[in-house]
Every structure is written in structure tokens, then in C-alpha cells.
T-cell receptor
């Protein structure tokens, strides 16, 4: 099946710094990528939808200036957490959709962000 | 707005017993429903979708529009079925492709 990678798998940073997380589709072109946030023992919450070559669409309550998303190519989307604070600590997961009628999303392994 | 509810956070059964993971949804239109599974230390992966009407790893799920449910069933649970299971809904329309997830159910199958 299709493979999605995320880098880094875990990151620890100081409060006030920015962190970039990459999401790559390794063997297919992803017209759409999604970014989720998962709190411990809770469900995945969609943060934003990222379409190649256009601005990301953010879900209600998600600060677009805080969570910058760039989908520069059909195989790469990045999420930058700007001026991170401890409350941004979470598990961030991306998924990629190949497009067409098949509506399957392929998920990355996730990135554990810890802000000290 | 759409919503997915999985009423059981934890579900424990013994090997060989039947298992049913409940999923209810609320959506005024015609939804597309999925079950995703996450095994320990692995990424989320698609288990099955309602439009395929397939059985994967012995699991089946039937969409019941009258009861707005999409329960996941397996007649004889195996230890390797132990995992976190998420029910998800795609509303379609302008939300096409966006998934709304339930809270998840941790299934533990005891030997």
C-alpha cells in the first residue's frame, strides 16, 4: 500500500521556538494532505486540509498563524508550529489522499512534540 | 455538523469470543463510513469502509441508516486483534475527504 512518512518522529524544543514537521508521500502523489492532532488517549482532531499549490484550509479554532502549513509539492507538506508553548505539546499526525474516487487516506506514523 | 460516537473506550473479550465495537454517527446527508485500526506502536491504517462491503481479517461492518450505526463485528476474536479502533465519517460535499473520527475503542483480547 501507499506509504506516508513524517519527520522527525519526535522533537523536544524550548518554549518560544518554532518547529517544522514534514509529511511525505513516498510512492504516490498526494493531491490533499491532512494534519491532525491527537491528545493522549483521545481521538484525532483535524487541524487543517492542505492542497498542493493553494492555501491550507483550517478547522474552526485552529490558529493559522500559529500552525503554518505549506504544501509545496505533490509529495510534501510541512507543518510549522510557531513560537511553541507547552500547551502545543501533542502528537501530530498527517495523512495523504491520492485523489480520484478512492477516498482512502494513508497515515503517517506521527510526530511527538514536547515543548519545555 | 457531523459527529461520530464510540460509546466504549475499553472493550475486553476472550479469544474465540464474538466482539462488537459500536459506532453511531449523526449526519443529515449520506455519509461514507470507515473503520481504522491502530496496532501497538504502529500507524493508523484503514480496516474497512462501508462502500466496499468487504470482510477484512474476519471483521465486517454494516451501515444501518435507520439506526445511524456502523458497528464493527467479528465472530471469533483473536489475540492479534488487540488494538485501538476508530470509526470515521466522511461527510462529502464541501467537506469531501475530511474525516471526523470517533473517540476510539481499545480492544483487548485475552488468551
Amino acid at each position: 500500500g501507499a506509504v506516508v512518512s513524517q519527520h522527525p518522529s519526535r522533537v523536544i524544543c524550548k518554549s518560544g521556538t518554532s518547529v517544522k514537521i514534514e509529511c511525505r508521500s513516498l510512492d504516490f502523489q498526494a493531491t490533499t494532505m491532512f494534519w491532525y492532532r491527537q491528545f493522549p488517549k483521545q481521538s484525532l482532531m483535524l487541524m487543517a486540509t492542505s492542497n498542493e499549490g493553494s492555501k491550507a484550509t483550517y478547522e474552526q479554532g485552529v490558529e493559522k498563524d500559529k500552525f503554518l502549513i505549506n504544501h509545496a509539492s505533490l509529495t510534501l507538506s510541512t507543518l510549522t508550529v510557531t513560537s511553541a508553548h507547552p500547551e502545543d505539546s501533542s502528537f501530530y499526525i498527517c495523512s495523504a489522499r491520492a485523489g480520484g474516487l478512492a477516498n482512502e487516506q494513508f497515515f503517517g506514523p506521527g510526530t511527538r512534540l514536547t515543548v519545555l | 455538523a457531523q459527529r461520530v460516537t464510540q460509546p466504549e473506550k475499553l472493550l475486553s473479550v476472550f479469544k474465540g469470543a464474538p466482539v462488537e465495537l459500536k459506532c453511531n454517527y449523526s449526519y443529515s446527508g449520506s455519509p461514507e463510513l470507515f473503520w481504522y485500526v491502530q496496532y501497538s506502536r504502529q500507524r493508523l491504517q484503514l480496516l474497512l469502509r462501508h462502500i466496499s462491503r468487504e470482510s477484512i481479517k474476519g471483521f465486517t461492518a454494516d451501515l444501518n441508516k435507520g439506526e445511524t450505526s456502523f458497528h464493527l463485528k467479528k465472530p471469533f476474536a483473536q489475540e492479534e486483534d488487540s488494538a485501538m479502533y476508530y470509526c470515521a465519517l466522511n461527510a462529502g460535499g464541501t467537506s469531501y475527504g475530511k474525516l471526523t473520527f470517533g473517540q476510539g475503542t481499545i480492544l483487548t483480547v485475552h488468551p
